[in-house]
């Protein structure tokens, strides 16, 4: 079993930044898809960021424009560069790797806390 390990999550204020990073555990087969989740308590986690193994992003429409996903994939790593961050942005963050074609799986990280204060 792989493990996600993630940190940069902390309190800051509005208007901050905070980078996150996750890198693998031990040895992987290349992820088709790499990706930020957020999840507060009471609601279902929720999609941030994702980007290919080709490199295409795609965005949270709230977070278009202050959120940056970024990823090594030689090293197996997914940063998240957080900017301009709001109260709505505090969250439990997750990163996950997937892999939809043989070996399949789907691997995320035990999160870290990210608070905005206003």
């Known amino acids: 079993q792989v493990q996600l390990v993630e940190s940069g999550g902390g309190l800051v204020q509005a208007g901050e930044s905070l980078r996150l990073s996750c890198a693998a555990a031990?040895?992987?087969?290349?992820?088709?898809?790499k990706g930020w989740y957020r999840q507060v308590p009471g609601k279902q986690r929720e999609f941030v960021a994702t980007i290919t193994d080709t490199g295409i992003p795609t965005y949270l429409e709230s977070v278009k424009g202050r959120f940056t996903i970024s990823r090594d994939n030689a090293r197996n790593t997914l940063d998240l560069q957080m900017n301009s961050l709001k109260p709505e942005d505090t969250a439990v963050y997750y990163c996950?790797?997937?892999?939809?074609?043989?070996?399949?799986?789907?691997?995320w990280g035990q999160g870290t806390q990210v608070t905005v204060s206003s």
């Open positions: 996950n790797f997937r892999r939809t074609i043989y070996p399949g799986y789907n691997y």
């Open positions: 031990g040895s992987i087969v290349s992820p088709d898809y």
